[in-house]
Nanobody, 118 residues
Framework: QVQLVESGGGLVQPGGSLRLSCAASGSTVSIYVMGWYRQVPGKQRELVAIITSSSTTDYADSVKGRFTISRDNAKNTVYLQMNNLKPGDTAVYYC????????????WGQGTQVTVSA
């Protein structure tokens, strides 16, 4: 099984930056997708960014050009660098690890609060 521990959330001013980390431990597979999702009260959880085991990345339109997802294989950690933060980025951010073999299965981090406010 996989355990995910998130860190790096906090309170920042509009235009500021924040870096989220997600450390994975436990069993791993060679084919997977990791990503960041976010959710606000009363709203559906939405995809923010993903990175595959072959290093392909994709982003939600709302964060393109501002957020960057990356991975450190030696540390078994995925990061989300968030620049030029806006109040609309305020949410709980969740790390996701998706196994694709032998069958699709999702693991989730505990969530970390990001608040962007003047």
């Amino acid at each position: 099984q996989v355990q995910l521990v998130e860190s790096g959330g906090g309170l920042v001013q509009p235009g500021g930056s924040l870096r989220l980390s997600c450390a994975a431990s436990g069993s791993t597979v060679s084919i997977y997708v990791m990503g960041w999702y976010r959710q606000v009260p009363g709203k559906q959880r939405e995809l923010v960014a993903i990175i595959t085991s072959s290093s392909t990345t994709d982003y939600a339109d709302s964060v393109k050009g501002r957020f960057t997802i990356s991975r450190d294989n030696a540390k078994n950690t995925v990061y989300l660098q968030m620049n030029n933060l806006k109040p609309g980025d305020t949410a709980v951010y969740y790390c996701n690890y998706r196994k694709l073999v032998p069958q699709r299965y999702d693991y989730w981090g505990q969530g970390t609060q990001v608040t962007v406010s003047a």
